[in-house]
């Protein structure tokens, strides 16, 4: 595409955002490599949200570390008002109240120990042990995301900044050079 399309397709989408209403589906869509490089897509509906492990493994490692931070309060407020539903059921619960339940779901899902605290009713038990099997569930796959995006192959390809047509065999050739950048 030349840079005049894109110009005219960027501000387009511009004018579209600066109103208010959501971009259509059928409206060209610019996008930015990691590179630098810009190219637009016509006709294609967005996707983002289907392809989770797509999105885990190209958003910086910020976003990565502070999406599984949200995650993982979340998932310990909900267990905590679970627990709030019925504080009797953890016995020496300091400090009383909600944010007690919430340490306390936090030290379950962490696995670290309760110390003073533990359940002691069915329902407590009950609830500690479903959010000890999901927390270590969500850990395995925190876990995985993490080494998938630290094991992931990058290229590291140099190539040579001409290419050359030349005769090979009595036939014109493109031909250029490439070469492993790392040195192994």
């Not at 931070?69 to 009383?96: D, H, K, M, S």
């Not at 609830?127 to 590291?156: C, H, K, N, Q």
Request: glycine share 8%.
């Amino acid at each position: 595409m030349n840079g005049r399309s894109e110009v005219t397709t960027l501000a387009r989408r511009t004018v579209i955002r600066r109103a208010g209403t959501p971009v259509p589906r059928s409206a060209p869509i610019v996008q930015t490599l990691t590179t630098g490089r810009r190219f637009v897509r016509h006709g294609l509906p967005r996707r983002r949200w289907q392809d989770l492990y797509h999105v885990y493994m190209t958003i910086s490692w910020p976003r990565l570390f502070a999406s599984f931070a949200a995650f993982l309060t979340v998932f310990n407020l909900l267990f905590a008002g679970v627990y709030w539903l019925r504080e009797a059921g953890i016995a020496q619960l300091n400090p009383p109240g909600f944010w007690g339940c919430f340490f306390f779901s936090v030290e379950t899902l962490a696995t670290v120990g309760y110390g003073d605290m533990h359940p002691q009713t069915l329902f407590a038990h009950v609830v500690a042990s479903v959010e000890i099997f999901t927390g270590m569930m969500s850990l395995a796959v925190i876990a995985g995301m993490m080494f998938a995006r630290f094991s992931r192959p990058t290229a590291r390809i140099l190539f040579a900044r001409y290419a050359v047509i030349r005769p090979l065999d009595g036939a014109p050739t493109l031909m250029l050079r490439a070469a492993n950048e790392r040195g192994n």
